[in-house]
């Protein structure tokens, strides 16, 4: 599997509930991460590994060999963690 142009295939975290100090997150507060998977050959900002966090709106959801991953464009990722 290979990302093509200026995308990055990435899978979804699934969001902490609380901080380690203990405070709850509701639903609204939560954060997704994502975790690059590959990148394509115009993507310079980001290597395989990275924590992102991205638009999981435009992000579109393909299922390979039963596991769920996530195209999304260089444009649609706002953070680096």
Do not use: C, F
């Not at 995308?7 to 405070?23: D, F, K, L, M």
């Not at 939560?30 to 900002?45: D, F, K, Q, S």
């Amino acid at each position: 599997m290979k990302a093509l142009g200026k995308n990055v295939i990435v899978t979804r975290q699934e969001p902490e509930t609380a901080t380690s100090s203990g405070i709850i997150y509701t639903d609204n507060t939560r954060v997704t991460y994502a975790t690059v998977v590959t990148v394509g050959e115009e993507v310079t900002t980001v290597v395989a590994g990275n924590e992102l966090v991205v638009n999981w709106n435009a992000a579109i959801p393909v299922k390979i060999d039963g596991a769920q991953y996530y195209i999304v464009h260089i444009d649609q990722i706002y953070v680096v963690v």
